[in-house]
């Protein structure tokens, strides 16, 4: 049954180093997604453009608006003298916070008022303004807090203990909690789909489109050789891509991997049996290459939405949670996050592994039941 | 037993039938021509025949095997070349030619003296390390020829090999196919060229999926009734339609610089066209009676398809 598969082999390899629009398909998307993903995606909130209108002027203003420098969140770059450059300054998107503080300030805080400090962000992006306000409340509260003592101290002579709660965080796995920890590997199990779904989607058509499919047709050769012939160089393709970047990401990146290599090749070998099943799949419902590409596109987007890649599966709906359980993304993003950051392994993750696993078989038998040696 | 054999072999796609209760056979060692027009069926004819599409009724045999239920017993029995160029652009001669001589199974040894003899018989062997997209169309035939008889096939079907192809690739390809004949290989072939259909031992006419003639050329040329007047004006065309004109019911056909016109009086009608060229100012040059050609006898059959008289007997 598989007596051809070597000639249907070296005969794909061949086409695939020769063409060059598929030697651009291994490569570049990896390498440049991993450094855009890398560099340019994180969703950490350092240095916000910041602009000051202090309009008191005085040391306890100027200790309030060092505090928010100090803490590197916010960066300054201007400061403003009268209110209406604040709008300014955010319609121009110069600034994403203005930190305002009120003419009397320091006269409040030292007759024991309570003293108003204004924060404006820009709320555009929902996200980058909700952590910037959260990190001004803990800058002032801190102040406050601090302010609060000082007097206690002065009215009662120093403070023996004071009750209250101190939260000790600790961000395990991800000290630093840095985003791109977290994507990194999550844009790894994205590129292999992408390029195992390309690859494939591509691989029968072509030949059908080409005319190459009805000369084939004649010959002894069996559907399976035929179709692991398309498949088994993408998957040897996709594990190359998968070293390749796990390499860039470690040695480059310093994303740490902590569990077992040898359980990430399972874990990628059981998610391209979906990935390259799916290509298949599409290639063989295709008529042309374009429509597979379509096609290929319009499942991939999807996928990646649905995976918790970027949003976490929990906040979805309900009815869209059910969906993302057909979602090979999903699995796998547990499996590489797991295997890097937490180094477990299968004792943990082999609900994940085995639902690829039924996935991948299942998809691979519908794409073989949908491809015909037939015209 | 007949090389090639159908029995009411029919194919539908919706509505339309390509190929209409299609029966013939073709003896081992033939060169069988299909002919006819763009859109007769003669490749969904050779799509049923090879085994790659499922037919709506009838059964045709390759050496006694049914190509509807031993549709894969019959591949080492057979070479087949597609009407568009079915190799790999992106190889070599070469490399295409080792393709499918491993898919075939062709054992290794044997495998480089056939390709040796091969590449001589299709003289592509200067070309052999060229990629098969940067040949010429006559050399991409040879080469598809070359790939469809790699494994010593005993039936040949090939789907009008010679489309598009210069005259002199055209003369060279059917020198190969007569030296395959020699070798017992039976060819069944699709053209639309006529000139190319006198060359086989026998033909088949297929018109809207039916097989309306079948036999030697010579044979199917006394099918003719009447003889045919070649004329010559000093405008071929223009003479061709006022003949057209003037007498709708007759078959009048334009082979190149010369009118062909069917008749059953070859004097009166010869009168008679004089007659009406000479309204428009046209000059016959010259006229005889010539024996029929096959393109003579297609072209009145096509003639009574459309409701002119009847050319058959």
């Known amino acids: ?375 | 037993m007949s090389a090639i054999r159908a029995e009411g072999l029919t194919k539908r796609f919706g509505d339309v039938t390509a190929v209409d209760q299609l029966s013939l056979e073709v003896a081992e060692g033939e060169i069988f021509g299909l002919v006819g027009p763009d859109g007769a069926g003669k490749t969904t004819t050779m799509r049923l025949l090879t085994g790659i599409m499922d037919a709506s009724s009838g059964d045709g045999w390759v050496f006694g095997r049914s190509v509807i239920r031993e549709s894969e017993a019959i591949k080492d029995d057979i070479g087949y070349m597609s009407q568009r160029f079915g190799l790999y652009h992106d190889l070599t001669v070469l490399e295409n030619i080792r393709f499918y001589a491993d898919i075939y199974g062709v054992p290794r040894r044997q495998c480089e003296q056939k390709i040796d003899e091969l590449l001589e018989l299709s003289n592509l062997a200067p070309f052999k390390d060229r990629r098969a997209g940067n040949l010429s169309g006559g050399m991409k035939q040879k080469l598809g020829l070359s790939c469809a008889l790699i494994h010593t096939p005993r039936v040949l079907f090939l789907d009008e090999p010679t489309n598009g192809v210069d005259p002199l690739y055209r003369r060279e390809f059917w020198r190969i196919l007569y030296q395959l004949q020699r070798q017992k290989v039976t060819v069944f072939v699709s053209t639309a060229y006529l000139d190319e259909a006198e060359r086989c031992f026998r033909v088949g006419f297929l018109h809207e999926g039916k097989l309306i003639a079948c036999d030697t050329p010579a044979n199917i040329k006394k099918l003719l009734n009447g003889q045919v007047l070649e004329l010559r004006f000093s405008n071929a065309r223009q003479a061709a339609a006022l003949l057209r004109e003037d007498r709708p019911e007759s078959s009048v056909g334009l082979f190149g610089d010369r009118v062909h016109m069917l008749t059953q009086d070859p004097e009166r009608d010869l009168n008679q066209a004089r007659s009406v060229v000479a309204k428009s100012h046209l000059e016959l040059l010259s006229s005889r009676v010539i024996d029929p050609g096959l393109e003579d006898v297609f072209i009145s059959v096509l003639k009574k398809d459309a409701g002119g008289t009847h050319a058959f007997e």
Do not use: C
């Open chain 1, 1 to 375: 049954m598989f007596g051809r598969l070597k000639e249907m082999l070296i005969k794909e390899f061949i086409q695939i180093f020769r063409d060059p629009r598929t030697r651009f398909i291994i490569f570049l998307p990896p390498i440049i997604q991993l450094l855009v993903f890398g560099y340019a995606v994180t969703t950490d909130v350092k240095n916000a453009a910041t602009a000051i209108y202090d309009q008191d002027n005085s040391v306890a203003s100027r200790e309030l608006t060092s505090r928010f420098i100090r803490s590197r969140y916010f960066k300054v770059k201007e400061n403003i003298r009268e209110e209406g450059q604040i709008r300014h300054l955010i319609d121009h998107s110069r600034v994403k916070a203005v930190l305002q503080i009120n003419k009397g300030f320091e006269n409040d805080l030292r007759s024991g008022r309570t003293a108003q400090v204004q924060m404006i962000v820009d709320a555009t992006d929902s996200n980058t303004a909700g952590i910037l306000l959260d990190y001004g409340q803990r800058i002032a509260q801190e102040y406050s807090q601090e302010i609060l003592l000082d007097r206690v101290a002065r009215s009662a002579g120093p403070v023996r203990a004071i009750g209250g709660l101190d939260l000790q965080s600790r961000a395990w796995f991800n000290e630093n909690l840095e985003s791109r920890n977290f994507y990194v590997p999550g844009v790894i199990a994205i590129l292999l789909m992408l390029v195992t779904l390309m690859l494939t989607s591509m691989a029968i058509v072509r030949e059908k489109e080409m005319g190459t499919m009805e000369q084939i047709m004649v010959t002894p050769i069996s559907s399976m050789e035929f179709i692991l012939g398309k498949t088994l160089p993408f998957a040897l393709i996709g594990f190359f891509d998968m070293v390749l970047v796990v390499l860039i990401a470690w040695g480059w990146f310093d994303v740490p991997i902590r569990g077992s290599l040898g359980w990430l090749f399972l874990g990628t070998g059981l998610y391209l049996m979906s990935t390259l099943g799916m290509g298949l799949l599409i290639s063989t419902i295709s008529r042309t290459q374009q429509q597979a590409l379509m096609t290929t596109f319009f499942y991939f987007q999807p996928m990646v939405l649905l995976s918790g890649f970027m949003f976490p599966i929990e906040n979805m709906p309900e009815p869209v949670q059910w969906l993302t359980y057909l979602d090979p993304l999903r699995y796998f993003l547990v499996i590489i996050r797991g295997i890097f950051l937490k180094g477990i392994g299968p004792e943990i993750l082999w609900p994940q592994m085995l639902a690829l696993l039924v996935m991948g078989v299942s998809v691979f038998l519908l794409a073989i039941h949908r491809f015909k040696k037939y015209l």
